[in-house]
């Protein structure tokens, strides 16, 4: 079975086609034959082995790659909400070969839901994995559709959700965006835009003098943010940062494995990409051969939309 994956950690070259063994089905599975998988910030760093040590597969190769898309082949016993045939999309948490960068791959039903109508595998393999990432940092956050939301990295995938799963929900959103950038943060329905950089804080804070009612983090500024949240608000980071333990704030360090079987969650973005709420955004797509080219385009920074490897 055919593969991008890594037998040695680091960097982009490490990334090779690689032949990984098929994977059984089991009941409550879905087998795919994945046309589609994106590349992501976290692949990058599972390429150059940053989450070896927790891995409990201990033999190459690796497959990076959290979400997919394409076409079932086999559903497993108890699986009813998809079929042999259907187009879907679904969320993958890698471990060893088993990740998003292979044409076959058998994930659990609850990770699995109909791909949005009317749209491409690669665009539809844009939406799992950040989608859920973005509905599970709004809900930590639990905002009332009066409040303030920031959103930092809005030009990104994650941020780029946040802020229209946030407006979907009526919150007043504020974003930062680079110059050129001001144009896509805007089309994606923020409020108030504000200059990224260092002092993203304090441009947020000129706008909103008693500070936003909630913040995500989708650039991993940290610390430099917490100041544009008001005392007592809620901050949502991506990577794991739990804050100062200042001004009352909590700070919700979000991870998607936790919601990857959230399979109503996956749905109820499917409906909102159709409706229009959500939009999928692809910069390029890869056979899956030029991978590593992928991976360094991705790291240079700068890239709008997402990557994707077609197999
Ligand atoms: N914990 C989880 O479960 C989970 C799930 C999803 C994502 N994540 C993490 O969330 C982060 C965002 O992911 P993504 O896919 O949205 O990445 P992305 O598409 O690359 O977006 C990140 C955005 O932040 C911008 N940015 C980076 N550094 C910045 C800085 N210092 N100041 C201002 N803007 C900055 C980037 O701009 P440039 O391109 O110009 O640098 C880009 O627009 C990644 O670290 C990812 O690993 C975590």
Redesign the pocket.
């Known amino acids: 079975m055919r593969a991008a994956g890594v037998t040695q950690f680091g960097g982009p070259e490490a990334l090779q086609v690689v032949d990984v063994p098929d994977e059984p089905l089991g009941p409550g599975q879905v087998r795919i034959r994945v046309q589609a998988a994106t590349v992501?910030?976290?692949d990058t760093h599972a390429r150059a082995g940053a989450y070896a040590d927790r891995d409990p597969v201990k033999q190459p190769p690796w497959v990076p790659g959290m979400d997919v898309a394409g076409v079932v082949a086999e559903v497993g016993e108890g699986v009813e909400h998809v079929a042999v045939g259907d187009a879907v999309m679904g969320i993958v948490v890698p471990t060893g070969a088993h990740g998003g960068y292979r044409e076959d791959l058998v994930l659990p039903g609850g990770s699995v839901v109909a791909a949005p109508k009317g749209v491409d595998a690669a665009a539809a393999s844009t939406l799992p994995?950040?989608g859920l990432?973005a509905r599970l940092a709004l809900d930590l956050m639990g905002l009332a559709p009066d409040q303030v939301l920031a959103v930092?990295?809005a030009?990104?995938?994650?941020?780029g959700y946040v802020v229209q799963l946030a407006k979907a929900d009526g919150m007043t959103v504020v974003a930062?965006a680079?110059e050129a950038d001001e144009e896509l943060v805007r089309g994606l329905g923020a409020d108030v835009i504000v200059r990224?950089?260092d002092d993203v804080a304090q441009r947020i804070r000129e706008q909103f003098p008693d500070g936003v009612d909630g913040l995500a983090d989708?650039?991993?500024?940290d610390a430099l943010v917490l100041p544009a949240v008001r005392e007592g608000g809620a901050v949502a980071t991506?990577?794991g940062y739990r804050g100062d333990g200042q001004r009352g704030l909590r700070v919700f360090p979000?991870?998607?494995?936790r919601v990857a079987e959230d399979r109503a969650a996956l749905d109820r973005l499917r409906q909102q990409a159709e409706d229009g709420v959500l939009s999928l955004r692809v910069a390029r797509t890869f056979p899956a051969e030029q991978a590593a080219e992928a991976h360094r385009l991705l790291e240079a920074?700068?890239?709008r939309g997402r990557l994707v490897l077609t197999f």
């Open positions: 992501n910030p976290t994995m950040n990432t930092t990295g030009a990104g995938a994650f941020g930062d680079a990224r950089g989708g650039s991993v500024q991506v990577r979000t991870l998607v494995r920074g700068g890239v």
